[in-house]
């Protein structure tokens, strides 16, 4: 089957510049994550959604930070007023949330490089 | 504050040797270990995991070991293939909390 997508894989922006990734996690994920990868580090967590319902934000960097699932599906995460420390690759993971300790499925990533 | 860590940023092994990679954590209520093998402009691909119940857990050629006690887990690869190279994450969750933390991450070349 399809596994999570992500959307666009590549994003050049002008500092100031705002954008949004989208992701398609696998078809009736419960749970879905956003993290951050910095060139040479491990991802970092950003966000996660049960359904619809955001209930953790902790490592959102700062109130530029925004993201959506507004159906339980498909997710958006924007960032206003980009700076060139944003510039990293955004991962996207689900997990079915079938049982308590689940594996997490990661999309491509897209790579956001802020000029 | 770095809960995982892997502190060998690269490892080099012949082809058909076993491949060791490490991985050290800080964080006692971690209950929940993964591995992912990611490949250049890829997202990370899951390999096998471990619940803190267990000590071992084995698929096909790949083989996580868990010591609590040491807050230490390893993952062996026998026999190493070329394709095996690639950069191996460490992960863990726990506390009732999904979302995973990551090591820096282990650059495995396979040698023919």
């Known amino acids: 089957g399809a596994g999570v997508s992500q959307s666009p894989r590549y994003k050049v922006a002008k500092r100031g510049q705002d954008v949004a990734l989208r992701c398609d996690p696998i078809?009736?994920?419960?749970?879905l994550f956003w993290y951050q990868q910095a060139l040479g580090q491990g991802p970092e967590f950003l966000t996660y959604?049960?359904?619809?319902?955001?209930?953790?934000k902790s490592g959102l960097p700062s109130d530029r930070f925004f993201a959506e699932r507004p159906e339980g599906s498909v997710s958006t995460l924007k960032i206003q007023r980009t700076q060139q420390e944003d510039s990293a690759v955004y991962l996207c993971?689900?997990?079915?949330?079938?049982?308590?300790?689940?594996?997490?499925?990661f999309g491509p990533g897209t790579r956001l490089l802020v000029l | 504050d770095q809960q995982v860590k892997q502190n060998s940023p690269s490892l080099s092994v012949q082809e058909g040797r076993i491949s060791i990679l490490n991985c050290d954590y800080t964080?006692?209520?971690?209950?929940?270990f993964l591995w992912y093998k990611k490949y250049p402009a890829e997202g990370p691909t899951f390999l096998i995991s471990?619940?803190?119940?267990?000590d071992k857990n084995e698929d096909g050629r790949f083989t996580v070991f868990l010591n609590k006690s040491a807050k230490h887990l390893s993952l062996h690869i026998v026999p190493s293939q070329p394709g095996d190279s690639a950069v191996y994450f460490c992960a863990a969750s726990g506390n009732g909390n999904e979302k995973l933390t990551f090591g820096t991450g282990t650059r495995l070349t396979i040698i023919p």
């Open positions: 078809s009736g994920h419960v749970s």
């Open positions: 959604f049960q359904n619809e319902a955001q209930l953790d």
């Open positions: 964080n006692s209520m971690f209950d929940y």
């Open positions: 993971a689900s997990s079915p949330r079938l049982a308590f300790q689940e594996t997490q499925y």
């Open positions: 471990i619940s803190s119940i267990k």
